[in-house]
């Protein structure tokens, strides 16, 4: 067994994760192999890992697209700070925009379709023809991202959030289908009326069409909203990586990137410029802003023999510093990694969410096959034993919402 010693960490970048339980599932994956410890989080969407030396780590990515999912490496630091750069962050502002067309769309569809299912003076004859005609874009359309992520992990033998709510739709759409064609819920005239106490039916005679709609809506709204709140956590952390120098002019007078920079070179630090790294003033005096590192708004007096930090600023004179640490040494990115490392671990109340939600699922789809058998065995007949186990499918979407609140 490899020691702490000959152990690596590395922090993946995971994607196609849609609830905490794909988090967990991941996570399960990775702790399965030897000598492997990974924490993986959902906000965050990175998986710290430690491994063995001898391990190579594009086994992890692959146990990782094993489960259905995708990983990436870090980066190299040149790739992290290139130009391109800007534009990737323009492209991520934009992953929001398909997720945000069919929430407006799922909302817009399914208002209408909810109060005519609430409100009895609403439903005029035909009205159930209108909600058919309204819920299915919500169902088939907006709810596209449940379906195809619940048979992604269908064809990986596993079950997440995405195949409650997916299952839960399309049994309440099918129902709804079946009752208007076959059953009597197309017949003109048909209402729903809303009552408090509950009537033995079969069921043909009933539509879930509001509850497909509804739901889905409700959930597209938790996951916009979501995607949209971990957009806000990392953007403090993608503003303190700014912070740093980009070039940096050395002694030599030639100008290169902070990136090649190395400990024990010589660089010049004019007035108004950023220190590229943390070193030791040589030559000069001047007034340093140190204000993003100790919230001190009076500038420090610096001169020969006194240390200064990458990514203050130089208020007064020209100075010449040797570095003295270079890349993940300094202390702006030992913040940057706290501040990651933050972000990345999981409070005792997200642990305990990640393994309800492990098994919620399949509990819950074993909770309607159990009961459609249970209605079945008692002789009431298929169209209430299905009924039944629809309305178990279709009550737990809202616990998966909670879930991922």
Known sequence: MSSVTEDEAVELTIGGMTCASCANRIERKLNKLDGV???????????????????????????????GYSAALPAPPAERTSPEQGQEGQEGRDELRPLRQRLVTAVVLSVPVVAMAMIPPLQFTHWQWLSLTLAA?????AGWPFHRAAWANLRHGAATMDTLISMGTLAALGWSLWA???????????????????ERTDGSGNIYLEAAAGVTAFILAGRYFEARSKRRAGAALRALMELGAK?????????????????GDRFVVRPGEKIATDGVVEEGTS??????????????????????????VNAGGRLIV???????DTRLAQMARLVEEAQT?????????????GVFVPIVIAL???????????????????TAAVAVLIIACPCALGLAT
């Open 37 to 67: 410890t990974a924490t993986v989080n959902y906000a965050t969407e990175k998986a710290k890992v430690t491994f063995p030396r001898d391990l190579d780590p594009q086994e992890l990515i692959s146990e990782v697209e094993k489960a």
């Open 137 to 141: 874009p919500v169902v088939v359309y």
């Open 180 to 198: 208007l064609f076959l059953g009597s819920a197309g017949m003109p005239g048909m209402t729903h009326p809303f009552e408090f106490v509950i």
């Open 247 to 263: 070039d940096v002019e050395l002694a030599d007078g030639r100008r290169v990137p902070v990136e090649q920079l190395k400990a």
């Open 287 to 312: 007034a340093v802003d140190a204000s993003m590192l100790t919230g001190e708004s009076v500038p420090v007096e610096v001169g020969p023999g006194d240390a200064v930090t990458g990514a203050t």
């Open 322 to 328: 040797r570095a003295t640490r270079v890349g993940a």
């Open 345 to 357: 671990g999981k409070a005792r109340v997200q642990r305990l969410a990640d393994r309800i939600s």
């Open 368 to 386: 309607a096959v159990g009961t459609l058998g249970f209605w079945l065995g008692t002789g009431n007949g298929a169209g209430a034993a299905f």
